[in-house]
């Protein structure tokens, strides 16, 4: 079992940054690979980034490249969200595929991910 716990979010206005982090209580996260989804009011769930096990490989949504990054520690993943827009506005949640298996591509769908965590807000004023 996983729990998973992001933290980091809040409001911010356009154009400014935040950094989520999410980890999972009591274990490590390194041999798994992770995402990044969100929830915007009134639309479905979408993916946002995921970054391999190893690292070595980072995938994006397009509404968020080149703005956002995704990165790792044997502990923790982060999103380093910048030039924030309105748009961005969400719940966002962290997931870790499990079991996984040991890909060069982490996956992008939601349903490739086991555990997730409970979210954190993210708002955006213009």
């Known amino acids: 079992q996983f729990q998973l716990v992001e933290s980091g979010g809040g409001l911010v206005q356009a154009g400014g940054s935040l950094r989520l982090s999410c980890g999972a209580s009591g274990r490590s996260i390194n041999d798994y690979n992770m995402g990044w989804f969100r929830r915007g009011p009134g639309k479905e769930r979408e993916f946002v980034a995921a970054?391999?096990?190893?690292?070595?490989s980072t995938t994006y949504a397009d509404p968020v490249k080149g703005r956002f990054t995704i990165s790792r520690d044997s502990n923790t993943v982060y999103l380093q969200m910048n030039n924030l827009k309105p748009e961005d506005s969400a719940v966002y949640y962290c997931?870790?595929?499990?079991?996984?298996?040991?890909?060069?591509?982490?996956?992008?769908?939601?349903?490739?991910?086991?555990?997730w965590g409970q979210g954190t807000q993210v708002t955006v004023s213009s």
């Open positions: 970054i391999t096990w190893s690292a070595t």
């Open positions: 997931a870790l595929d499990w079991p996984g298996t040991r890909t060069e591509v982490a996956p992008r769908s939601p349903y490739d991910y086991t555990y």
